[in-house]
Protein backbone atom coordinates (compact mmCIF):
# COMPACT_ATOMS: atom_id res chain seq x y z
CA UNK A 1 0.00 0.00 0.00
CA UNK A 2 2.69 2.37 1.21
CA UNK A 3 4.30 2.04 -2.49
CA UNK A 4 1.54 2.47 -4.33
CA UNK A 5 1.04 5.74 -2.54
CA UNK A 6 4.15 6.70 -3.81
CA UNK A 7 4.11 5.44 -7.16
CA UNK A 8 0.71 7.37 -6.76
CA UNK A 9 2.22 11.00 -6.04
CA UNK A 10 5.41 10.43 -8.27
CA UNK A 11 2.58 10.51 -11.01
CA UNK A 12 0.31 13.04 -9.67
CA UNK A 13 3.62 15.50 -9.44
CA UNK A 14 4.79 14.35 -13.48
CA UNK A 15 8.17 16.04 -13.25
CA UNK A 16 10.53 15.58 -15.48
CA UNK A 17 13.78 16.83 -14.21
CA UNK A 18 15.12 16.77 -18.14
CA UNK A 19 12.98 19.72 -19.35
CA UNK A 20 11.58 21.44 -15.75
CA UNK A 21 8.27 20.79 -17.18
CA UNK A 22 5.82 20.63 -14.46
CA UNK A 23 2.03 19.75 -14.61
CA UNK A 24 -0.09 20.94 -11.82
CA UNK A 25 -3.41 19.91 -10.52
CA UNK A 26 -6.81 22.67 -10.37
CA UNK A 27 -8.78 21.59 -7.13
CA UNK A 28 -11.54 23.88 -8.27
CA UNK A 29 -14.21 25.08 -6.10
CA UNK A 30 -15.10 21.45 -4.62
CA UNK A 31 -14.33 17.89 -4.62
CA UNK A 32 -17.83 16.61 -3.98
CA UNK A 33 -18.82 15.51 -7.66
CA UNK A 34 -22.39 16.78 -6.75
CA UNK A 35 -21.17 20.14 -5.85
CA UNK A 36 -18.89 19.72 -8.80
CA UNK A 37 -22.05 19.30 -10.94
CA UNK A 38 -24.13 22.59 -9.35
CA UNK A 39 -20.78 24.82 -9.77
CA UNK A 40 -20.58 23.50 -13.66
CA UNK A 41 -24.61 24.74 -14.49
CA UNK A 42 -24.35 28.20 -12.70
CA UNK A 43 -20.85 28.73 -14.39
CA UNK A 44 -22.37 27.60 -17.93
CA UNK A 45 -25.62 29.62 -17.28
CA UNK A 46 -23.69 32.84 -16.18
CA UNK A 47 -20.93 32.66 -18.86
CA UNK A 48 -23.59 32.08 -21.58
CA UNK A 49 -25.36 35.59 -20.14
CA UNK A 50 -21.62 36.95 -20.36
CA UNK A 51 -21.50 36.33 -24.14
CA UNK A 52 -24.90 37.48 -24.85
CA UNK A 53 -25.15 40.68 -22.59
CA UNK A 54 -21.91 41.49 -24.08
CA UNK A 55 -22.65 40.61 -27.67
CA UNK A 56 -25.79 42.48 -27.57
CA UNK A 57 -23.99 45.62 -25.94
CA UNK A 58 -21.38 45.54 -29.14
CA UNK A 59 -23.90 44.70 -31.65
CA UNK A 60 -26.27 47.53 -30.44
CA UNK A 61 -23.56 50.34 -30.61
CA UNK A 62 -22.22 48.85 -33.89
CA UNK A 63 -25.84 49.31 -35.78
CA UNK A 64 -26.95 52.41 -34.31
CA UNK A 65 -25.44 55.55 -35.25
CA UNK A 66 -26.76 57.74 -32.18
CA UNK A 67 -24.54 55.44 -30.19
CA UNK A 68 -21.14 56.15 -32.38
CA UNK A 69 -19.72 58.69 -29.51
CA UNK A 70 -16.07 58.14 -27.28
CA UNK A 71 -18.59 57.22 -24.73
CA UNK A 72 -19.99 53.75 -26.22
CA UNK A 73 -16.99 53.22 -28.05
CA UNK A 74 -15.25 53.06 -24.68
CA UNK A 75 -18.38 50.59 -23.45
CA UNK A 76 -17.97 48.86 -26.29
CA UNK A 77 -14.72 48.26 -25.50
CA UNK A 78 -15.37 47.07 -22.12
CA UNK A 79 -17.54 44.51 -23.44
CA UNK A 80 -14.75 42.88 -25.28
CA UNK A 81 -12.48 42.89 -22.18
CA UNK A 82 -15.57 42.02 -19.52
CA UNK A 83 -16.01 38.40 -22.50
CA UNK A 84 -12.66 38.25 -23.13
CA UNK A 85 -11.48 38.49 -19.28
CA UNK A 86 -14.00 35.74 -18.30
CA UNK A 87 -13.06 33.51 -21.32
CA UNK A 88 -9.56 32.82 -20.06
CA UNK A 89 -10.58 30.79 -16.58
CA UNK A 90 -14.35 29.50 -17.09
CA UNK A 91 -14.65 27.68 -20.08
CA UNK A 92 -11.60 25.55 -18.31
CA UNK A 93 -13.50 25.62 -15.16
CA UNK A 94 -16.30 24.08 -16.68
CA UNK A 95 -14.22 20.97 -18.28
CA UNK A 96 -12.72 20.56 -15.46
CA UNK A 97 -16.29 20.45 -13.14
CA UNK A 98 -16.93 17.81 -15.45
CA UNK A 99 -13.49 15.56 -15.96
CA UNK A 100 -11.60 13.48 -13.94
CA UNK A 101 -8.66 14.98 -15.18
CA UNK A 102 -7.96 18.25 -13.67
CA UNK A 103 -4.30 18.76 -14.85
CA UNK A 104 -3.15 21.41 -16.04
CA UNK A 105 0.37 22.11 -17.64
CA UNK A 106 2.84 24.25 -16.37
CA UNK A 107 3.38 26.36 -19.71
CA UNK A 108 -0.61 26.28 -19.97
CA UNK A 109 -1.09 27.86 -16.10
CA UNK A 110 1.77 30.79 -16.61
CA UNK A 111 -0.29 31.81 -20.10
CA UNK A 112 -3.61 31.22 -17.70
CA UNK A 113 -1.87 34.03 -15.00
CA UNK A 114 -0.52 36.12 -17.81
CA UNK A 115 -3.26 36.48 -20.15
CA UNK A 116 -5.75 36.75 -16.38
CA UNK A 117 -3.25 40.09 -15.53
CA UNK A 118 -3.43 41.25 -19.36
CA UNK A 119 -6.65 41.84 -19.49
CA UNK A 120 -7.54 42.22 -15.99
CA UNK A 121 -4.71 45.55 -15.80
CA UNK A 122 -6.18 46.55 -19.43
CA UNK A 123 -9.44 46.55 -17.81
CA UNK A 124 -8.12 48.62 -15.01
CA UNK A 125 -6.55 51.22 -17.07
CA UNK A 126 -9.74 51.10 -19.25
CA UNK A 127 -12.42 52.07 -16.00
CA UNK A 128 -9.78 54.88 -15.55
CA UNK A 129 -9.96 56.05 -19.31
CA UNK A 130 -13.54 56.08 -18.97
CA UNK A 131 -13.60 58.31 -16.10
CA UNK A 132 -11.51 60.93 -17.69
CA UNK A 133 -14.19 60.58 -20.33
CA UNK A 134 -17.10 61.37 -18.38
CA UNK A 135 -14.33 64.41 -16.73
CA UNK A 136 -13.82 65.68 -20.06
CA UNK A 137 -17.71 65.84 -21.20
CA UNK A 138 -18.72 67.34 -18.14
CA UNK A 139 -16.27 69.91 -17.13
CA UNK A 140 -15.33 70.91 -20.66
CA UNK A 141 -18.37 70.04 -22.56
CA UNK A 142 -17.41 72.24 -25.51
CA UNK A 143 -14.03 71.22 -26.37
CA UNK A 144 -15.64 67.47 -25.66
CA UNK A 145 -15.56 66.40 -29.19
CA UNK A 146 -12.02 67.84 -30.11
CA UNK A 147 -10.01 66.17 -27.54
CA UNK A 148 -11.43 63.42 -27.21
CA UNK A 149 -11.46 62.54 -30.91
CA UNK A 150 -11.36 59.43 -32.69
CA UNK A 151 -7.72 59.40 -33.36
CA UNK A 152 -7.55 59.96 -29.05
CA UNK A 153 -9.96 57.35 -28.29
CA UNK A 154 -8.06 54.62 -30.45
CA UNK A 155 -4.46 55.57 -29.37
CA UNK A 156 -5.76 55.59 -25.42
CA UNK A 157 -7.56 52.03 -25.53
CA UNK A 158 -4.36 51.71 -27.48
CA UNK A 159 -2.01 52.55 -24.37
CA UNK A 160 -4.78 50.95 -22.20
CA UNK A 161 -3.47 47.46 -23.67
CA UNK A 162 0.29 48.37 -23.83
CA UNK A 163 -0.35 49.38 -19.76
CA UNK A 164 -2.13 45.95 -19.30
CA UNK A 165 0.63 44.17 -20.94
CA UNK A 166 3.43 45.73 -18.95
CA UNK A 167 1.45 44.47 -16.13
CA UNK A 168 1.01 41.10 -16.94
CA UNK A 169 4.81 41.06 -17.34
CA UNK A 170 5.68 42.04 -13.94
CA UNK A 171 2.54 39.65 -12.42
CA UNK A 172 4.03 36.77 -14.45
CA UNK A 173 7.80 37.34 -14.44
CA UNK A 174 8.00 36.63 -10.60
CA UNK A 175 5.81 33.26 -10.80
CA UNK A 176 8.73 31.79 -13.26
CA UNK A 177 11.32 32.65 -11.42
CA UNK A 178 9.83 29.92 -8.54
CA UNK A 179 11.33 26.69 -7.96
CA UNK A 180 8.18 23.91 -7.97
CA UNK A 181 8.87 20.66 -6.12
CA UNK A 182 5.58 19.31 -5.06
CA UNK A 183 3.24 19.30 -3.76
CA UNK A 184 1.26 20.21 -7.35
CA UNK A 185 -2.10 20.79 -5.87
CA UNK A 186 -3.51 24.13 -6.90
CA UNK A 187 -6.21 24.99 -4.37
CA UNK A 188 -8.02 26.81 -6.52
CA UNK A 189 -10.39 26.49 -10.05
CA UNK A 190 -7.82 28.72 -12.42
CA UNK A 191 -4.24 29.43 -11.90
CA UNK A 192 -3.06 32.76 -9.97
CA UNK A 193 0.06 33.70 -8.68
CA UNK A 194 -0.77 33.84 -5.09
CA UNK A 195 -2.03 29.63 -5.48
CA UNK A 196 1.40 29.09 -6.98
CA UNK A 197 3.03 30.57 -4.43
CA UNK A 198 1.88 28.89 -1.47
CA UNK A 199 3.36 25.48 -3.83
CA UNK A 200 6.54 27.10 -4.46
CA UNK A 201 9.78 25.26 -2.81
CA UNK A 202 11.68 28.68 -3.27
CA UNK A 203 11.37 31.86 -1.14
CA UNK A 204 8.60 33.42 -1.97
CA UNK A 205 9.37 36.87 -0.21
CA UNK A 206 11.08 38.87 -3.38
CA UNK A 207 8.04 37.28 -5.65
CA UNK A 208 5.40 38.49 -3.08
CA UNK A 209 6.82 41.70 -2.96
CA UNK A 210 7.36 42.66 -6.69
CA UNK A 211 4.00 41.29 -7.01
CA UNK A 212 2.54 43.75 -4.22
CA UNK A 213 4.55 46.18 -5.99
CA UNK A 214 3.27 45.71 -9.01
CA UNK A 215 -0.09 45.53 -8.57
CA UNK A 216 0.05 48.41 -6.24
CA UNK A 217 1.41 50.57 -8.93
CA UNK A 218 -1.67 49.72 -10.81
CA UNK A 219 -4.07 50.59 -7.88
CA UNK A 220 -2.53 53.40 -7.23
CA UNK A 221 -2.44 55.22 -10.26
CA UNK A 222 -5.95 53.90 -11.50
CA UNK A 223 -7.48 55.29 -8.24
CA UNK A 224 -5.98 59.13 -8.27
CA UNK A 225 -7.01 59.19 -12.14
CA UNK A 226 -10.39 58.29 -11.05
CA UNK A 227 -10.55 60.14 -7.81
CA UNK A 228 -9.49 63.42 -9.20
CA UNK A 229 -11.37 63.09 -12.27
CA UNK A 230 -14.71 62.81 -10.14
CA UNK A 231 -13.79 65.65 -7.60
CA UNK A 232 -13.34 67.33 -10.58
CA UNK A 233 -17.27 66.08 -11.93
CA UNK A 234 -19.01 66.55 -8.24
CA UNK A 235 -17.85 69.94 -8.43
CA UNK A 236 -18.98 71.14 -11.69
CA UNK A 237 -21.82 69.01 -11.03
CA UNK A 238 -22.86 70.84 -7.77
CA UNK A 239 -22.40 74.33 -10.04
CA UNK A 240 -25.41 73.45 -12.09
CA UNK A 241 -28.36 75.39 -11.12
CA UNK A 242 -31.14 73.30 -13.38
CA UNK A 243 -32.11 70.01 -10.90
CA UNK A 244 -32.75 68.20 -14.10
CA UNK A 245 -29.36 69.26 -15.74
CA UNK A 246 -27.68 67.64 -12.13
CA UNK A 247 -29.51 64.30 -12.26
CA UNK A 248 -28.62 64.26 -16.14
CA UNK A 249 -24.87 64.75 -15.43
CA UNK A 250 -25.25 62.33 -12.43
CA UNK A 251 -26.57 59.64 -14.32
CA UNK A 252 -23.98 59.29 -17.08
CA UNK A 253 -21.84 58.64 -14.15
CA UNK A 254 -23.33 56.40 -12.01
CA UNK A 255 -23.01 53.34 -14.01
CA UNK A 256 -19.32 53.73 -14.76
CA UNK A 257 -18.65 54.21 -10.48
CA UNK A 258 -20.75 51.25 -9.95
CA UNK A 259 -18.63 49.00 -12.21
CA UNK A 260 -15.64 50.45 -11.03
CA UNK A 261 -16.56 49.79 -7.48
CA UNK A 262 -17.63 46.37 -8.56
CA UNK A 263 -14.17 45.72 -10.34
CA UNK A 264 -11.57 47.60 -7.90
CA UNK A 265 -12.96 46.15 -4.40
CA UNK A 266 -12.57 42.71 -4.59
CA UNK A 267 -9.30 43.34 -6.97
CA UNK A 268 -7.87 45.09 -4.10
CA UNK A 269 -8.82 42.42 -1.18
CA UNK A 270 -6.94 39.82 -4.16
CA UNK A 271 -4.14 41.03 -4.74
CA UNK A 272 -2.85 44.00 -2.44
CA UNK A 273 -2.35 41.46 0.38
CA UNK A 274 -0.28 38.60 1.11
CA UNK A 275 -1.84 34.86 0.27
CA UNK A 276 -4.37 34.55 2.73
CA UNK A 277 -7.38 32.41 3.03
CA UNK A 278 -7.91 30.49 0.15
CA UNK A 279 -12.12 30.97 0.80
CA UNK A 280 -11.62 34.28 0.37
CA UNK A 281 -9.43 33.90 -2.57
CA UNK A 282 -11.90 32.03 -4.48
CA UNK A 283 -15.39 33.78 -3.33
CA UNK A 284 -13.30 37.01 -4.41
CA UNK A 285 -12.46 35.00 -7.86
CA UNK A 286 -15.97 34.37 -8.64
CA UNK A 287 -16.98 37.81 -7.91
CA UNK A 288 -15.08 39.71 -10.38
CA UNK A 289 -14.10 36.94 -12.60
CA UNK A 290 -18.08 36.26 -13.56
CA UNK A 291 -20.39 37.87 -11.31
CA UNK A 292 -18.73 41.44 -12.36
CA UNK A 293 -18.99 40.67 -16.05
CA UNK A 294 -22.33 39.46 -16.22
CA UNK A 295 -23.64 42.26 -13.82
CA UNK A 296 -21.95 44.89 -16.26
CA UNK A 297 -23.94 44.46 -19.53
CA UNK A 298 -27.13 44.80 -17.33
CA UNK A 299 -26.25 48.21 -14.91
CA UNK A 300 -25.43 50.04 -18.48
CA UNK A 301 -28.40 48.98 -20.29
CA UNK A 302 -30.73 49.39 -17.10
CA UNK A 303 -29.17 52.73 -16.11
CA UNK A 304 -28.26 54.13 -20.08
CA UNK A 305 -31.96 55.30 -21.91
CA UNK A 306 -29.96 55.55 -25.00
CA UNK A 307 -28.83 52.00 -24.65
CA UNK A 308 -32.18 50.56 -23.91
CA UNK A 309 -33.31 52.43 -27.00
CA UNK A 310 -31.03 51.20 -29.10
CA UNK A 311 -31.68 47.77 -28.18
CA UNK A 312 -35.54 48.12 -28.41
CA UNK A 313 -34.77 49.32 -31.54
CA UNK A 314 -32.87 46.58 -32.73
CA UNK A 315 -35.65 44.17 -31.65
CA UNK A 316 -37.67 45.74 -33.95
CA UNK A 317 -35.28 45.59 -37.09
CA UNK A 318 -35.22 41.59 -36.35
CA UNK A 319 -38.90 41.43 -36.08
CA UNK A 320 -39.22 43.52 -39.42
CA UNK A 321 -36.62 41.54 -40.89
CA UNK A 322 -38.03 37.98 -39.87
CA UNK A 323 -41.26 39.00 -40.90
CA UNK A 324 -39.94 39.73 -44.43
CA UNK A 325 -38.36 36.27 -44.71
CA UNK A 326 -41.46 34.44 -43.49
CA UNK A 327 -43.39 36.14 -46.60
Known sequence: MAIANSVNQVDRLEVRND??????????????????????????????????????????????????????????????LDLSFSTVTVPRSLVNFLSHNKTISFADCIAQVFFLHFIGGTECFHLTLMAYDRYVAICNPLRYTTIM???????????????????????????????FCGPNEINHFFCDAHPLFLLACSSTLMSEVVDMLNS????????????TSYVHIISTVL?????????????????????????????????????????????????F??????????????????????????????????GTYMN
Request: net charge positive; hydrophobic share 50%; with cysteine.
Open 289 to 322: NIVTPWLNPFIYTLRNEKVRKAMKKLGGRKVSFL
Open 19 to 80: TGFTQFILLGLSTNPDLQIIFFVLFLVMYLLIITGNLLILVTIYVDSQLHSPMYFFLAHLSI
Open 149 to 179: SRRVCLLLVFFTWVGGFIHAFGQTFPTIQLS
Open 216 to 227: GTLTLVCFVVVF
Open 239 to 287: KIRSAEGRQKAFSTCASHLLVVTLFFIPSVFTYMRPPGSVAADKLLSIF
